[in-house]
């Protein structure tokens, strides 16, 4: 093996069991594996403790940063502790299932947040409309454009950043143009279109609003981020900053990563996806109890039969699982 990526493991919470786990799940396909932990006491060198939100995790990666940083990495490969790789996947072969070279980096996916209609791997929820049906969307947009503070009281960050110029100039650069958000993006829409809808929407005057963001952010899933060796420091530096301004992970890790990368590949660019499921309902929590029931909770099954044309699958909660 040849050594040239860092494996580091997100926690969102004090789950010291897992750190075996992971390590021998993964010790014979990375040389190189970090933890990062809220409050580790241990005396595990390779296990960093963090003191920061898990709404707000990209603080463990600004915090861990000189622990985890070594010149000899080419890549820094992120990941929840909850989050399973593809068996196949080693620190030999990750850039040929990502499309990595030395200046690329990777997330998921990258969305701007006007009419933005991803219900996936985002975590929309639904609002009852005018009409009794739910109007569906994404509650953390409405928190950004509500509560969100980009130059934080208290803290001096208002040059670690680029300008809103420049931070929009740079996301264009990528492709990403961000634009004002709009009443449907904060609360869903009131269609179908009615005549009480049409009355009730005449009456709001908001609902023909636009609302600009403070800064400009994007959003992605961010459970797993894999950050080039030309981009970590940089990426780092803004994610510190993001943590002290409590901009929630989702919009912070992709922007950060915009705007410190040369380059950055997404799973539509590479034609190949994880698996991502979330467990708030009760059809939700079926179909995925469904998905899983062939490997019957055991960890050692689900090594041996994963899915050939997965990079991932997230959630599998270790705790519950056999291993």
Request: aromatic share 16%; glycine share 4%.
């Amino acid at each position: 093996m040849n050594g040239k990526v860092a494996l580091i493991f997100v926690f969102n919470h004090k789950y010291n069991k897992n750190i075996e786990i992971l390590e021998k799940l993964y010790q014979n396909r990375f040389s190189n594996i970090y933890h990062l932990v809220p409050f580790y006491e241990g005396d595990k060198p390779n296990v960093i403790p963090v003191y920061e939100s898990s709404q707000y995790f990209q603080g463990y990666l600004a915090q861990g940063f000189k622990k985890y940083f070594d010149e000899k990495y080419d890549h820094y490969f992120f990941i929840g502790d909850d989050l399973i790789l593809n068996p196949a996947i080693n620190e030999n072969n990750y850039q040929e299932y990502f499309h990595l070279d030395a200046d690329a980096s990777y997330i998921p996916e990258i969305h701007t947040l006007h009419n933005l209609t991803n219900n996936e791997t985002l975590r929309f929820l639904p609002v009852k409309s005018i009409t009794g049906k739910p109007r569906w969307h994404w509650c953390k947009i409405k928190d950004m454009v509500e509560s969100y503070e980009h130059k934080a009281y208290g803290v001096e960050n208002a040059d670690e950043m680029p300008s809103y110029r420049e931070a929009e100039t740079i996301l264009e650069k990528h492709g990403y143009k961000v634009q004002p958000i709009t009443y449907r993006d904060l609360h869903g829409d009131v269609f179908p279109l009615t005549s009480a809808t049409i009355k009730y929407a005449s009456n709001l005057t908001s609902y023909f609003k636009k609302f600009p963001l403070v800064y400009p952010v994007v959003g992605s899933y961010s459970d797993i981020v894999i950050v080039s060796k030309h981009t970590i420091k940089r990426f780092c530096h803004y994610c510190g900053v993001f943590a002290t301004n409590k901009l929630f992970v989702e919009f912070a890790i992709p922007t950060a990563l915009l705007l410190a990368a040369k380059e950055v590949v997404t799973e539509d660019k590479i034609g190949k996806r994880g698996l991502v499921y979330w467990l708030y309902t009760p059809e939700e929590i079926n179909n995925y109890n469904a998905d899983m029931q062939p490997y019957n909770q055991n960890l050692t099954k689900l090594m041996q039969k994963f899915p050939a044309d997965k990079l991932y699958i997230h959630p599998i909660k270790l705790s519950k699982w056999k291993t």
